[in-house]
């Protein structure tokens, strides 16, 4: 799985709670992701990583926030979990830009907002 | 919205049989790219290809790409029941975007 864990892989949280999720690789790649999976939307981008302390916005950060203090980690983190945010989510890699490279993804965390 | 949509939403196949999945999008793209999806699992790229290329083949997958219709497809020869998984396309279209399908879900029968 190139060398990508996530943590936790399952949770349930409450409605208003606060939630980090981690994604850690061991291939030193320059670019890292956020993406929720939902039946019907396939997978959508949250935020994204090109660098330490390097990062933006994708198409539905709202509610998201995130962090890359080391090239290894990059976290999310939802600061008052919703009902909407229940989801599959999951970290990508990649060596250069999505243009030219392709994604390598962890295994996903299922994260319930009761 | 330039995102690819794969076309059937679901195959069931013998095993042995041959699975063509579909994939059109909306807008020009740099490259277009396969991923499968095994249940509980992160999508595992399966292969990219170009805007300039027309087909390209990784063991027993065949993608072809036409940007006139805007369209590919994913061809998966004599199937096997490992092959079942859900199968997404992902677009590519400058400003380092990259959007999915929703997938097409293939179960491959013993």
């Known amino acids: 799985d190139a060398g990508i864990t996530q943590s936790p892989r399952h949770k349930v949280t409450e409605t208003g709670t606060p939630v980090t999720l981690r994604c850690h690789q061991t291939?030193?790649?320059?670019?890292m992701y956020w993406y929720r999976q939902d039946p019907g939307h396939g997978l959508r981008l949250i935020h994204y990583?090109?660098?330490?302390?390097?990062?933006d916005k994708g198409e539905v950060s709202d509610g998201y926030s995130v962090s890359r203090s080391k090239t290894e980690d990059f976290l999310l983190t939802l600061e008052s979990a919703t009902s909407s945010q229940t989801s599959v989510y999951f970290c990508?890699?990649?060596?250069?830009?999505?243009?030219?490279?392709?994604?390598?993804f962890g295994n996903g965390t299922r994260l319930t907002v009761t | 919205s330039q995102q690819g949509e794969e076309d059937p939403q679901a195959l069931s196949i013998q095993e042995g049989e041959n699975a063509t999945m579909n994939c059109s999008y909306k807008t020009s793209i740099n490259n277009l790219q396969w991923y499968r999806q095994n249940s509980g699992r992160g999508l595992v790229h399966l292969i990219l290809?170009?805007?300039?290329?027309r087909e390209k083949h990784s063991g027993r997958l065949r993608v072809t790409l036409d940007t006139s219709k805007k369209s590919s497809s994913l061809l998966i020869t004599a199937s096997r029941a490992a092959d079942t998984a859900s199968y997404f396309c992902?677009?590519?279209?400058?400003?380092?975007?990259?959007?999915f399908g929703t997938g097409t879900r293939l179960t491959v029968i013993p």
């Open positions: 990508a890699i990649s060596e250069s830009s999505r243009q030219n490279s392709p994604l390598h």
């Open positions: 990583s090109y660098g330490v302390k390097d990062t």
């Open positions: 992902a677009t590519e279209a400058g400003a380092n975007n990259l959007f």
């Open positions: 291939e030193n790649h320059r670019y």
């Open positions: 290809i170009r805007s300039n290329e």
